[in-house]
């Protein structure tokens, strides 16, 4: 039980994730939930919290709950219901949240991760609960040059979010990194969320606290709820600060978990600190009740095995048959199977029709990945669609195209949108006949009387000279057609 | 004075009246009665008056009439209105005009009804005397120094005083039942969820139900046809066919029905001998028209007020928690000595000091207390339990008898201000009141005698969930042979 800088501590880490569900409209209403819209304008009596307006269900956001229970491997109960979670802010206009209390949609799942210490094991974190709850909104505090004005968008409040709480069963900032990776993946894989952590659609708070061991006993420091933290770097960061913090303060001022209750802390991505947000005097009373407005749902098992079946291959298991199916190396899997459902899709139908899973995942990785990053667009508006990869890269594993003319003619797909035949009309590009080779290496071979000897001499690469100069002449030899022709000659 | 909505049709399809007429003799009425009743908290005259010539104009055009067509009706003043303030007669909402309609007001204006203003109550229908409402009590057409119930007594008050034949009250303890017993009028609380609950201003969400208040069974039958059904923006709204409310009162032959009186509830302390004397004498009534009558109890009735005062609080507590200052309703401008708690929190506070009565205080923090960590258990928990139980009694009770039979009140009107400051006292008046609520089940309120006094005593009758026809069948029959719901106030 050693810290990778020394301490004889361990690190424990639990993670509660907020994940916004990609439903079209509100959990309780009809509004829309897209981003980014000018304030208050995505609002109506329900979600402002009008006086005698009431919520109804969204039944979306129920079947994506189940749909990301079901992807955590939790169960899934045959009742919820709903509960309000009062406290009084101004971005939570009824003076409550609607939330889940003691009976939420999933309970007790796992996750396993890749084992950050030891590339050839895997960890096995635990799921405690996820629960669906409405979003609050957002206060944005203008204290430019003396003001102190407050200006409340309502646009988020009502916007579905699924809180999923892990068992404390992280050991490292490695590990949590780790976890909310496979966790975004296997989300976004399923069309659950976007994850999109600069638009809130991800939000991470972190339990950290630390078991130091004191002449063979184990003693806990105090738990820290560090909140809302915007990306995966931040909580890495986060978990590290604490993690010395908490030693420090440990060997300062002996405080175990026993002396004091859980604070919260904010993270400043800035000064790279925690700082403390609420006094733990202040412990809040939610006064958790069942919310009268909405009857208790019945999630008969039916539904919940429909939604299994629907659910489709999870992301782990698509790297597994990527490799073995296309023989394609573990690594190049997780890579296409990162970039989600859609260009999983495209390699696996530009594999099958190129007949080569290798060039195909290497292409994709290189020339399909680059352009869309530079153009930052996704596959589903890329120019070239997969069968159309596929029969370019089936002509160059067929060498009837070598891979310059082939990224030439790729090039010209992507700008003119052709098909594959009329790019290579376009360019020009035919293909040589035998005899019309034979005439233009026996050309070169007479002007080069000393490659001849040096070839007799032994020299088999001597004829490498000559390919280029063949390139030149005409381009659309192939080099390596050139360069067996040249042998042939050579040796007949 | 035009007191019968079916009266009111009947004029109209004759040609004797036009709705522009009667909606102007209402509001003549109206205001007439206000200095001394003051039922309602807003009155609109135009609207009310243009609504009514369209009635006109589409009854000239040969259009189609909705069944309440040209019929003036009184709106609780705790049910949003787009066109009018909704104010829940609390300082809190005295500017609030909610931007949209409840659901029951939209289809009283789809059944072509006039509605000629909203209905003063007591604040947020927290209270039995319509004592508590920040714009003045209301007080009893039939002796204007008592009151005339609560929390619906503007309702019930502006049909006791026959300016309007029908209104709309809500019923959380009794709301509905206890004014119309109080002003001799007739007063229906629908099977929870049967009405809904859109754009009702919530006290107790699983407590609260909208219900028609008027002189007779035939006219609230008529309004109960119109505001009764799904509402999909309702979630505890029942998705089933309704009744035909109107169409079962033509039979006033109860041979075959069953009817159990609650004897044992009714001859407890502080039930005024009037009242006992009522009940039994409609049980003759019911008798003597063909009903059979069995003795029967509900034996946990000693817990409904205490079970009622810990589950509404609750629910209360929660409900109001939105009337904070920040977004709509009363703020406070009143920032100063702000540094201890910040003006956020200076801002909540003062609001909610200012803006609430004391009566929905009191509620507010006995609901905090019931919610609050370590004692939820001891006694919202509690009441939960016991909730359960009280309807168990309904359901054993109803297994026996097809209704039950007992008073709405302990007493007829007190004097205002005799119980203002005993809580404790004014609780006592939802007596036999709160178990329907508790248990979800319709129950109706039959004007039943006046005491020695001259004030209105009634009787209340029971049913099972769903079986509000049977409550009307049973009372039009009730009415077809007494004529205490024709009496009038001097």
Redesign the interface.
């Known amino acids: 039980m050693t810290l990778s800088n020394g301490y004889p501590a361990q690190t424990v880490i639990g993670l509660e994730v907020h994940v916004q569900l990609k439903t079209e409209t509100k959990l309780f209403c009809g509004c829309s939930t897209t981003f980014g819209a000018p304030p208050n304008t995505q609002v109506c009596?329900v979600c402002?919290?009008?006086?005698?307006?009431?919520?109804?269900?969204n039944d979306a956001a129920i079947e994506l709950s189940i749909r990301a229970g079901l992807a955590i491997d939790c169960s899934i109960p045959p009742m919820t219901k709903w509960d309000?979670k009062?406290y009084?802010y101004?971005d939570l206009?009824?003076?409550?949240q609607i939330s889940q209390f003691d009976l939420p949609i999933c309970a007790d799942g796992f996750i396993e991760i890749p084992d950050p210490a030891d590339p050839d094991s895997t960890r096995h974190i635990g799921i405690l609960r996820a629960h669906l709850e409405e979003d609050a909104g957002k206060s944005m505090h203008d204290e430019a040059a003396g003001r102190s004005d407050t200006r409340?968008d309502l646009n988020r409040c009502g916007t579905p979010l699924l809180e999923i709480v892990s068992q404390p069963d992280m050991r490292s900032s490695a590990e949590a990194k780790a976890y909310l990776q496979e966790l975004k993946l296997r989300m976004t894989h399923l069309g659950i969320s976007d994850c999109e952590m600069q638009e809130g659609s991800l939000r991470v708070d972190a339990n950290v606290n630390l078991h130091i061991e004191v002449d063979g006993k184990k003693i806990a420091t105090p738990i820290v709820e560090v909140k809302n933290m915007n990306s995966f770097r931040a909580v890495e960061r986060a978990i590290e600060h604490e993690v010395d913090r908490q030693y420090d303060l440990w060997e300062e001022t002996g405080k175990t978990i026993d002396d004091e209750s859980k604070t919260t802390r904010g993270w400043d991505d800035n000064a790279g600190i925690t700082f403390l947000q609420r006094e733990k005097e202040e412990s809040a009373?939610y006064?958790y009740?069942p919310d009268?407005?909405?009857?208790p749902i019945r999630l008969p098992i039916e539904r919940v095995e429909a939604a299994r079946a629907n659910l489709g291959e999870l992301p782990g298991a698509i790297r597994i048959r990527l490799a073995q199916q296309y023989g394609i190396k573990p690594y190049d899997a997780d890579v296409i199977v990162n970039q989600g459902p859609d260009l999983i899709a495209y390699f696996e139908s530009a594999a099958t029709g190129s007949g080569d899973g290798k060039r195909t995942s290497s292409w994709i990785q290189q020339d399909v990945m680059r352009t869309l990053k530079d153009r930052d667009i996704g596959i589903g508006e890329f120019p070239v669609d997969a069968d159309s990869l596929g029969k370019l890269l089936e002509k160059v594993a067929s060498g009837e195209l070598d891979n310059a003319r082939a990224r030439d003619v790729f090039a010209h797909m992507i700008e003119t949108g052709q098909s594959v035949e009329a790019a290579i009309t376009a360019l020009g590009i035919e293909s040589v006949d035998n005899s019309e080779l034979e005439t233009l290496c026996q050309e070169l071979l007479d002007a080069n009387p000393q490659v001849a000897e040096d070839f007799k001499a032994g020299k088999q690469q001597a004829v490498g000279s000559l390919i280029g100069q063949a390139k030149k002449k005409n381009p659309n030899a192939n080099p390596q057609q050139v360069r067996e022709t040249l042998i042939k000659l050579l040796q007949g | 004075m035009l007191d019968s909505a079916l009266e009111i049709l009947r004029l109209q399809s004759a040609g004797e009246a036009t709705a522009v007429e009667i909606a102007g003799a209402a509001l003549d009425a109206i205001e007439a009665s206000q200095p001394t009743i003051n039922a309602f908290t807003h009155v609109d005259r135009e609207a009310a008056l243009s609504a009514a010539a369209a009635v006109d104009a589409k009854r000239a055009a040969g259009g189609r009439l909705g069944p309440l067509a040209g019929v003036p009706v009184a709106v609780k003043d705790v049910?949003?209105t787009r066109d009018m303030p909704?104010t829940?007669s609390s300082r809190m909402?005295k500017n609030?005009r909610?931007?949209?309609d409840?659901g029951v007001v939209e289809r009283l204006r789809a059944a072509d009804a006039v509605i000629v203003g909203k209905t003063n109550m007591d604040e947020f229908a927290m209270g039995a005397s319509t004592e508590n409402s920040a714009f003045g009590v209301t007080r009893n057409p039939w002796d204007t120094t008592r009151i005339p119930g609560g929390s619906s007594g503007g309702a019930a008050a502006c049909v006791a005083a026959g300016t309007v034949p029908l209104s709309i009250g809500t019923d959380t303890g009794g709301s509905i039942r206890q004014p119309a017993a109080m002003c001799g009028v007739t007063g229906l609380k629908p099977t929870y969820g049967r009405v809904s609950?859109?754009?009702?201003?919530?006290f107790?969400?699983?407590l609260d139900q909208v219900g028609p208040i008027g002189w007779s069974v035939p006219d609230v039958a008529l309004m109960m046809q119109t505001i009764a059904g799904y509402d999909?923006?309702?979630?505890?709204s029942l998705n089933l066919d309704i009744s035909h409310y109107t169409e079962v009162l033509s039979s006033h032959d109860l041979r075959g029905l069953k009817i159990g009186i609650l004897r044992e509830s009714m001859d407890r302390d502080g039930v005024d001998d009037s009242v006992r004397q009522a009940t039994l004498d409609a049980a003759d009534v019911f008798q003597s028209i063909g009903a059979e009558m069995v003795e029967i109890d509900l034996p946990h009735n000693d817990y409904w007020v205490p079970t009622y005062y810990v589950i509404a609080p609750?629910?209360a507590?929660?409900n109001?928690?939105?009337y904070?200052g920040?977004?709509?309703g009363h703020r406070t401008s009143d920032l100063s000595d702000s540094d201890k708690l910040g003006p956020?929190v200076t801002t909540?506070c003062r609001s909610r000091a200012e803006g609430f009565g004391d009566e929905v205080k009191r509620r507010i923090m006995v609901g905090?207390y019931a919610?609050?960590?370590g004692y939820?258990d001891q006694y919202?928990s509690q009441a939960l339990k016991v909730r359960r139980l009280i309807k168990g009694d309904y359901d054993a009770a109803f297994s026996q008898v097809d209704l039950l039979l007992g008073p709405v009140t302990p007493t007829p009107a007190f004097p205002l201000g005799q119980k203002v400051d005993d809580p404790i006292q004014m609780y006592l008046c939802d007596l036999f009141t709160v178990g329907a609520n508790l248990a979800g089940v319709p129950a109706i309120s039959l004007p039943a005698g006046l005491d020695a006094s001259g004030l209105p005593v009634a009787v209340q009758l029971q049913a099972p969930v769903l079986e509000e026809s049977r409550l009307l069948f049973a009372g039009a029959a009730f009415q077809s042979v007494t004529d205490h719901h024709k009496r009038r106030p001097s």
């Open positions: 009596p402002l919290g009008l006086p005698g307006a009431l919520p109804v269900m309000r009062q009084f101004p206009p009824k003076g409550y409340i009373d006064r009740f009268p407005d909405l009857l | 049910l949003c909704t829940c909402l609030f909610p931007p949209y409840a609950r859109y754009g009702l201003i919530a107790a969400s699983s999909a923006r309702d979630s505890t609750c629910e507590s929660s109001l928690s939105r904070d920040a977004h709509y956020l909540y905090t919610l609050s960590e939820a919202y």
